[in-house]
Nanobody, 130 residues
Framework: AVALAESGGGSVQGGGSLKLSCRVR?????????VAWFRQIPGKEREGVAFSYSGDSSQYYTDSARGRFTISVDNREDTVVLQMSNLKPEDTGKYFC??????????????????????WGQGTQVTVSS
């Protein structure tokens, strides 16, 4: 079975940085061309943060993440990383990684905005204090 395990969450002061990692096990990494990070902020619906599409090595960021977060993939370790900097209290929430197979970047984009991914991790908590 496919298993995703996030790590790297924690507490940090505003303006600080955190690096989240997600290790994918149980299925050939190469099968997943669309990998993403989502978050669940208290009182809000789950929202996408960023995705990476391997077909053209592109990345996409939502407005809240663009310029502060970076998504990257380590193919040797079957890991997707979210480097977060200049964190704000409104970034507080539980962060989830997710992977799926698609046929094109446009499909990855569509799945990302629908939250329609096949496999999800359990999440890691990020708390940013002011």
């Amino acid at each position: 079975a496919v298993a995703l395990a996030e790590s790297g969450g924690g507490s940090v002061q505003g303006g600080g940085s955190l690096k989240l990692s997600c290790r994918v096990r149980g299925f050939p990494w190469s099968n997943f061309d669309c990998v993403a990070w989502f978050r669940q902020i208290p009182g809000k619906e789950r929202e996408g943060v960023a995705f990476s599409y391997s077909g053209d090595s592109s990345q996409y960021y939502t407005d809240s993440a663009r310029g502060r977060f970076t998504i990257s993939v380590d193919n040797r370790e079957d890991t997707v990383v979210l480097q977060m900097s200049n964190l704000k209290p409104e970034d507080t929430g539980k962060y989830f990684c997710a992977v799926t197979r698609t046929s094109a970047q446009s499909v990855c984009y569509d799945y990302f905005h629908k939250g329609d991914f096949d496999y999800w991790g359990q999440g890691t908590q990020v708390t940013v204090s002011s």
